[in-house]
């Protein structure tokens, strides 16, 4: 049996997806990474609480580049095209 390879439109209905999948997982790290910036205005933070909100803005950071890219492709193939 062999496998078709994707067509376009079913790379862009897998991309939808993926959108979907990140901004769920991002949803709860975003959520821990305001509640450290929250304790860090109260008090200082551990080294190890502060190497775990190093390492969440860098995951956050690097899932926002991705999705910008990402969105980017989903709009150019639903923009209209020029006649």
């Known amino acids: ?3 078709r390879k994707p067509n376009y439109t079913q790379k862009i209905s897998e991309l939808k997806n993926e959108i979907e999948t990140v901004e769920k997982f991002m ?3 975003v959520k821990e990474a305001e509640d450290l910036d929250a304790l860090r ?6 080294l190890e609480e502060l190497r775990h909100a190093d390492e969440l ?3 956050i950071h690097d899932k926002n580049c991705w ?3 990402a969105r ?4 150019a ?3 209209p095209a020029v006649a």
């Open 1 to 3: 049996m062999t496998m």
């Open 27 to 29: 949803a709860p790290k």
């Open 41 to 46: 205005k109260v008090r200082h933070l551990t």
């Open 57 to 59: 803005i860098e995951y």
């Open 67 to 69: 999705l910008v890219k």
């Open 72 to 75: 980017a492709e989903l709009n």
């Open 77 to 79: 193939f639903y923009k």
